[in-house]
């Protein structure tokens, strides 16, 4: 049985934009409290506190609904929900499908928005108020197309880190090759984190920072169908859904999305 977690956290702090998506995707289940605190903390980042106490509120409720023998789905919300869920396993892996490598530095030129960095977070390459969760050996991400932008910008990469590869080979993908390229981190019980800006503009455009290319709602599906099917996975996180940006035109295709995510994940389970 599927357990939905709902988060509404912001990474800039508001209780606007990414936060209203729990409330416009209206599935029933944990609802977890967040504060609105659009101020930098002493690492650098926005909402630190408010980013803090939800990772520690999301990692009660995922270790809770495993407890219960149940598959959490998180429901963002901002992408740092992903650290919650893994700090609540022991050794997991993770298959991160993403538009962006989210492994900023908060330096003072940037937004300082913790969505811009929960993969360098995770795996301790960021320096955050919350600890690194996972080992980066552990670690898959799929469909980052931001190389060029931070290479222009003067960051490192985290590509020579963990496992990537962006959403040019992810379309073109067979079953054999996404399988293959994910065992690392799916030999044992590992988590899916799906921030929707994966996909192209043309499939959901209701995010906040767009960008060309991406993968079509069938390329996503498909490869999450692929990855679930074949074992192992205890969990989700879905995140980075704008309502205000399309008055919430977007909400039914995305909840289509995750029950067909919820069938997965109980029908692999059963």
Same mark, same amino acid.
């Given at each position: 049985m599927v357990r939905f977690i !709902? %988060? $509404? +956290? !912001?990474? /800039? &702090? +508001? =209780?606007? &934009? %990414? /936060? =209203?998506? $729990? @409330? /416009? *995707? @209206?599935?029933a289940g944990v609802d977890i409290p967040v504060s609105a605190e659009p101020l930098r903390g002493p690492h650098g980042f926005l909402a630190e506190k408010a980013l803090v106490r939800m990772v520690a509120d999301v990692e009660a409720a995922v270790r809770d609904a495993h407890a219960a023998g149940e598959v959490p789905i998180v429901i963002g919300g901002d992408c740092p929900i992903l650290l919650g869920a893994l700090a609540a396993m022991t050794e997991p892996g993770l298959v991160f499908l993403d538009g962006h490598e989210d492994a900023w530095q908060p330096t003072p030129s940037l937004r300082g928005e913790a969505s811009d960095s929960e993969l360098g977070i995770a795996i301790g390459t960021v320096t955050a108020p919350v600890p690194a969760v996972i080992d980066r050996s552990r670690v898959v991400a799929l469909g980052p197309r931001d190389s060029a932008e931070i290479t222009d910008l003067g960051h490192e990469r985290i590509d020579g880190i963990v496992a990537m590869h962006d959403d040019v080979w992810v379309n073109a993908a067979t079953a054999h090759d996404l399988l293959t390229f994910a065992a690392p981190a799916t030999t044992t019980d #590992? #988590? *899916?984190h799906v921030d929707l800006d994966v996909l192209s503009t043309s499939a959901l455009g209701a995010v906040d920072y767009p960008q060309p290319g991406g993968l079509s709602w069938r390329a996503l599906e498909r490869t999450i169908g692929l990855l679930v099917a074949d074992g192992g996975c205890v969990g989700s996180s879905v995140g980075v859904y704008n309502p205000d940006l399309d008055g919430g035109a977007s909400a039914k295709r995305i909840r289509l999305f995750v029950e067909r995510l919820a069938k997965w994940l109980e029908r692999a389970r059963s």
């Open positions: !709902n %988060v $509404p +956290f !912001n990474s /800039a &702090g +508001f =209780r606007t &934009g %990414v /936060a =209203r998506m $729990p @409330g /416009a *995707l @209206g599935f #590992w #988590w *899916l």
